[in-house]
């Protein structure tokens, strides 16, 4: 009888799903915020994923056994693909999926070798397309998608081209993905800032400290970016210099604001 019973409490709990949330790029800047805000959610987990274990395992030293490490390389489609499975195994809803990793190269298009072009669209498209795709089936009514795209998407940017058209892709895409989830209940959010204070920025040209105009710390992006999720807004624009970047990128000739890109450019090379 008692094994009756045992085998009766191990079904039931079987069928309890953990509300998980899914953090790439966790490790710092941005994806990190992420994981500090997410703790004060009703979550059950934090799954926070990246190829490398050593900076992974600091979260969860930081942050306790809420943290699940997955280690993979988003990069690499079987890598990619695998978390299905383990999203199977541990029987989840998805209440957030956090679209963080991206790598940026501030250079002429030119100077890009093949597989920086590669690793680039692989991390910044290809890879939070098909995780989404991954995870859809695992979200209800109220999860939310946020995809980290920046107001380089606004409008072509030379010097960091590759970096403002993937971006620009993940808008795009994100606003339309939006749209189709819309019956669901789920809601698909570009996150837009521009400059953020985090270890991605170039802090010296030619030993001359680099000012960057309207600058962010990545906890404010986070807590407004939370703030428009939860409002079902789809694009989070974190500052009132972005919102004139949006602004200016709408109204104003394309060619102008690339003029005044270049000029800022050579500014900072002549400091």
């Given at each position: 009888?008692?094994?009756?019973?045992?085998?009766?409490?191990?079904?039931?709990?079987?069928?309890?799903?953990?509300?998980?949330?899914?953090?790439?790029?966790?490790?710092?800047?941005?994806?990190k915020?992420?994981?500090?805000?997410?703790?004060?959610?009703?979550?059950?987990?934090?799954?926070?994923?990246?190829?490398?274990?050593?900076?992974?395992?600091?979260?969860?030293?930081?942050?306790?056994?809420?943290?699940?490490?997955?280690?993979?390389?988003?990069?690499?489609?079987?890598?990619?693909?695998?978390?299905?499975?383990?999203?199977?195994?541990?029987?989840?809803?998805?209440?957030?999926?956090?679209?963080?990793?991206?790598?940026?190269?501030?250079?002429?298009?030119?100077?890009?070798?093949?597989?920086?072009?590669?690793?680039?669209?692989?991390?910044?498209?290809?890879?939070p397309?098909?995780?989404?795709?991954?995870?859809?089936?695992?979200?209800?009514k109220?999860?939310?998608?946020?995809?980290?795209?920046?107001?380089?998407?606004?409008?072509?940017?030379?010097y960091?081209?590759?970096?403002?058209?993937?971006?620009?892709?993940?808008?795009?895409?994100?606003?339309?993905?939006?749209?189709?989830?819309?019956?669901?209940?789920?809601n698909?959010?570009?996150?837009?800032?521009?400059?953020?204070?985090?270890?991605?920025?170039?802090?010296?040209?030619?030993?001359?400290?680099?000012?960057?105009?309207?600058?962010?710390?990545?906890?404010?992006?986070?807590?407004?970016?939370?703030?428009?999720?939860?409002?079902?807004?789809?694009?989070?624009?974190?500052?009132?210099?972005?919102?004139?970047?949006?602004?200016?990128?709408?109204?104003?000739?394309?060619?102008?604001?690339?003029?005044?890109?270049?000029?800022?450019?050579?500014?900072?090379?002549?400091?």
């Amino acid at each position: 009888m008692k094994q009756r019973k045992d085998r009766k409490f191990e079904l039931k709990n079987q069928c309890i799903h953990q509300k998980i949330a899914i953090v790439t790029g966790a490790s710092g800047g941005i994806g990190k915020e992420f994981v500090c805000e997410l703790m004060k959610e009703d979550i059950d987990k934090i799954w926070v994923v990246g190829r490398n274990a050593e900076r992974l395992s600091l979260l969860q030293k930081q942050y306790g056994d809420k943290i699940v490490c997955v280690c993979k390389d988003l990069t690499d489609s079987q890598d990619l693909l695998s978390i299905e499975a383990l999203l199977v195994e541990q029987n989840v809803i998805i209440s957030y999926l956090i679209n963080n990793a991206g790598i940026a190269q501030m250079k002429p298009s030119k100077d890009l070798q093949p597989q920086e072009i590669e690793k680039t669209i692989l991390l910044n498209c290809y890879a939070p397309v098909v995780l989404t795709n991954i995870c859809l089936p695992f979200m209800k009514k109220g999860s939310i998608v946020m995809n980290i795209s920046s107001a380089s998407a606004f409008q072509p940017v030379p010097y960091i081209n590759l970096y403002a058209a993937t971006k620009s892709f993940e808008k795009s895409y994100s606003l339309a993905l939006n749209e189709e989830l819309k019956n669901l209940g789920i809601n698909v959010i570009a996150v837009c800032p521009s400059w953020v204070d985090t270890d991605m920025l170039i802090r010296e040209i030619h030993g001359k400290k680099v000012k960057f105009p309207g600058i962010v710390t990545p906890k404010q992006v986070v807590i407004k970016a939370m703030e428009d999720a939860k409002m079902g807004k789809e694009l989070s624009i974190c500052s009132i210099y972005v919102k004139c970047q949006y602004f200016y990128a709408k109204f104003m000739p394309r060619q102008w604001i690339m003029k005044i890109w270049m000029r800022s450019l050579r500014k900072l090379d002549h400091n």
